[in-house]
């Protein structure tokens, strides 16, 4: 179950889960919605979602942890497009976040056909790419292969860091050029 709260000074509509729009009499509004979160990726099959797979959705989603993989993808991909000039595919990404299973939890359950399997796969990662476009951190464009890219977070946290790396870096070196500075005196002087 999630329960999702939402306070904000934004206009205070809601779309509800059941598609109907809900007004609060003020701009502070709270929503609780029942929500089994595999629900997204996992339906139409019988039975519940793997555990692991419901458990690793959760990490890329869900806290602390979700933030890192996010930045963890958004690095991957500014150096993939740096590398080749285009941006890796959905698969590509995962590969690179899950070496060890290939990009995968684990295996889907025996028992599920083909079509059934690669759809799961591509919805599983979708809505964590989903989730990760959400906080800015990368971005797409529908319908276009290999268009993943870094997104606005990523770049303003970038900027900031270049900005600090090269403030840093001038400090560094203006200090050295006031020691050679004060040598210089000394050496003038006599002293």
Do not use: N
């Not at 996992?42 to 993989?69: I, K, N, Y």
């Not at 796969?121 to 964590?128: A, G, K, L, P, Y």
């Not at 990368?138 to 997104?151: A, P």
């Not at 403030?167 to 006031?178: E, G, H, T």
């Amino acid at each position: 179950m999630l329960a999702v709260i939402c306070t904000c000074a934004a206009p205070p509509v809601v779309q509800v889960a059941s598609r109907e729009w809900a007004r609060a009499s003020d701009h502070e509004w709270m929503v609780r919605l029942a929500f089994d979160s595999s629900s997204l990726w996992w339906h139409g099959v019988d039975g519940e979602a793997p555990a692991v797979w419901t458990l690793l959705f959760a990490a890329f989603t869900e806290g602390d942890s979700a933030e890192d993989w996010a930045l963890a993808a958004a690095v991957y991909i500014a150096r993939f497009r740096r590398r080749s000039g285009r941006g890796p595919t959905f698969s590509e990404l995962f590969e690179h976040l899950l070496p060890d299973t290939a990009g995968l939890p684990e295996p889907l359950p025996e028992g599920m056909s083909f079509a059934r399997r690669r759809q799961t796969q591509s919805e599983f990662r979708r809505h964590v790419a989903i989730d990760w476009r959400r906080r800015g951190l990368i971005d797409w464009d529908h319908r276009v292969t290999r268009s993943l890219r870094v997104g606005r977070v990523f770049r303003q946290l970038s900027r900031e860091r270049q900005l600090l790396g090269s403030a840093q870096r001038l400090s560094a070196a203006s200090k050295s050029v006031r020691l050679i500075v004060r040598r210089t005196r000394e050496d003038v002087s006599g002293g």
